[in-house]
């Protein structure tokens, strides 16, 4: 019932979503179409952001890739001219440098664990050690015992 719903909001032209949907399939082929006109591995770091009156905005993942489609924006002028003739003149091509931040995983910290057979030898160190300072490191770190 729900999908069917959804499906008639979409493929419904008059709706605002439908026209949304229509917009999405357009960047996603206009994506794809600049991909192809880029080399590999530049191709994997640009992605196609939004088209407004003649205006291509690319979205690049660092500045050094930035640098690279800026020497290529004549080559995908051209390519546009060839290939999309169905589309707007492009008169520039705008590029926004959106770097993917990536969660780094939260380091879990563990409760290391002193066997008594370690906290043996080290007592015993201390024991024998006359530089008070290390004396007393030793001893508090052999009173950690994991009992």
Known sequence: MIMKNI????????THLAKLFQYTRELKYLNRCVQSWLPSPLNQHV???NVK??????L???AAWASKVRFMTEQIKNQWRKRLSQYP?????KIKV?????????KIKTKRALS?????HIQDAANVITDKKLKAALEKLASRVNR
């Open 7 to 14: 499906n008639t909001l979409v493929n419904q032209p008059t």
């Open 47 to 49: 992605s196609v952001a």
């Open 53 to 58: 009156t003649g205006v291509l905005f690319l």
């Open 60 to 62: 690049v993942d660092s």
């Open 89 to 93: 003149v492009l008169v520039q091509i």
């Open 98 to 106: 959106q770097v993917v931040h990536v969660a780094k995983p939260r």
């Open 116 to 120: 008594k057979q370690s906290a043996s």
